[in-house]
Nanobody, 123 residues
Framework: QVQLVESGGGLVQTGDSLRLSCAPS????????MAWFRQAPGKEREVVATIKWNYGNTFYANSVKGRFTISRDTVENIMYLQMNSLKPEDTAIYYC????????????????WGQGTQVTVSS
């Protein structure tokens, strides 16, 4: 059974930076695409950024474009989300997701999910 494990969340102040990491545990896992989603209290889970594993093509939600960077280490099989200039509206649980055969921007496009890591940005 493959599990995705996120790390790197925490409590920061407006303007600070954080880097989230996501790595699969369990059997060898080579995804076609991976993504970061987030879910704030009372809101639906939304896409933050996606990346095609082999080619590195990326997508960003407008709300994070220019502040967040998604990347991957193909040797260590780890995905990252560098978050700069954090704002209170970035406060959410951040989830990593992966799929073996497609890339998309909705929850239903991904078959594998992590448990989430809390990011809280104080004003």
């Amino acid at each position: 059974q493959v599990q995705l494990v996120e790390s790197g969340g925490g409590l920061v102040q407006t303007g600070d930076s954080l880097r989230l990491s996501c790595a699969p545990s369990g059997r060898t896992f080579r995804s076609y695409s991976m993504a970061w989603f987030r879910q704030a209290p009372g809101k639906e889970r939304e896409v933050v950024a996606t990346i095609k594993w082999n080619y590195g093509n990326t997508f960003y939600a407008n709300s994070v474009k220019g502040r967040f960077t998604i990347s991957r280490d193909t040797v260590e099989n780890i995905m990252y989300l560098q978050m700069n200039s954090l704002k209170p509206e970035d406060t959410a649980i951040y989830y990593c997701a992966a799929d073996l055969s497609r890339v998309g921007r909705t929850v239903s496009d991904y078959d594998y999910w992590g448990q989430g890591t809390q990011v809280t940005v104080s004003s």
